[in-house]
């Protein structure tokens, strides 16, 4: 019989690193959670250099997060930002998270992939927060981020999703840089 179910977990130690009761207050504190979990996801071998976090984007309030779980999952879409959207969706209970008419921002350790990338229009993602760009996660990592559109930006902005980027840059370098010297496989 063939499998009817699939399960992927986030690893045990995000409990260690998440405020789940914190307003996380503009861009920086929450692309900082994302670069956060990126670096504890190196740093404990869980996955890629990689860390998201979900938010209502009015409020601040913490809906989920994410870090990238590809190769101990066994998953190829595994990815921070698609795991942080799969157990938001899952949480609230509806598959495209703005259709309440809430707002919802989705930050990023990592400029999203091709992958990732099409996931934030369906998911109903309003803002988009990035730290580094796919340029340092090339030159610093073996990782290669698929292709997008010449203007990614725009067809986002074109679709009422807002993207701010470079924010903590340096820092999240800093994770692609220590994932990049390290060897690490995964």
């Known amino acids: 019989m063939l499998p009817l179910q699939i399960h992927l977990t986030l690893p045990p130690w ?37 860390g998201a976090a979900l938010f209502d984007a009015d409020s601040g309030r913490l809906i ?23 157990i938001a969706q899952q949480r609230l209970g509806r598959h495209r998270l703005n259709e309440d008419g809430g707002r919802y921002a989705l930050a990023a350790s990592s400029q999203p992939c091709c992958q ?16 580094a760009r796919t340029e340092d996660v090339e030159e610093l990592t073996a990782f290669d981020e698929g292709p997008l559109p010449a203007d990614w930006i725009g067809e986002l902005e074109r679709r009422r999703i807002a993207v701010r980027r470079d924010i ?19």
């Open 14 to 50: 995000i409990g260690d690193v998440v405020d789940a009761d914190r307003r996380y207050e503009g861009d920086e504190e929450r692309v900082g959670l994302a670069i956060a979990l990126s670096r504890q996801n190196v740093e404990h071998g869980g996955g890629g250099p990689f």
């Open 116 to 131: 990732c990338y099409g996931a934030t229009v369906w998911a109903g993602i309003d803002e988009l927060l990035i730290g």
């Open 168 to 186: 903590l840059r340096d820092q999240a370098r800093t994770v692609l840089a220590a994932y990049g010297a390290g060897g690490a496989p995964y």
């Open 64 to 86: 989920a997060v994410g870090v990238n779980r590809v190769i101990p999952q066994g998953c190829s879409v595994a990815h921070a930002e698609t795991m942080a959207m799969m």
